[in-house]
């Protein structure tokens, strides 16, 4: 048996959304994978890049509230979204290119 997504603290029907468009079909994948990777995940199946989306998932899967994320804290998320961003998300690639991709039948452009 397996969890929703929208049962983490901070993920809702939208993000559960996202995460089964993206192949992220339970709260325990979600878990296993971890924010970074299910965050790149989501980037290369066509999410667009927000930061507060990832540092609520971060939040979320600490169990803290989405708002609970401060200071310094946030700065160093912010890096690492940055990261995520740079090398998952392509905003030249069509919706098409990338669902492709995430299947397996098209490379990544450099």
């Known amino acids: 048996m397996t969890t929703p997504v929208s049962s ?3 993920l ?6 996202a995460c089964t468009r993206a192949g992220i079909g339970s709260a325990e994948a979600l878990r296993a994978l971890g924010a970074d990777e299910a965050y790149a995940r989501l980037l290369r199946s ?22 609970d994320c401060k200071g310094r804290e946030k700065a160093e998320l912010r890096k690492r979204f940055d990261a995520i961003k740079a090398r998952a998300h392509d905003k030249g690639r069509s919706d098409l290119e ?3 991709d995430t299947i397996g039948v098209i490379e990544k452009r450099p």
């Open 8 to 10: 983490i603290r901070n």
């Open 98 to 100: 990338a669902a492709l």
């Open 46 to 67: 066509g999410s667009k890049p927000h930061f507060i989306g990832y540092y609520v998932l971060v939040m979320g899967l600490q169990g803290r509230p989405w708002n």
């Open 12 to 17: 809702g029907p939208a993000f559960e959304g």
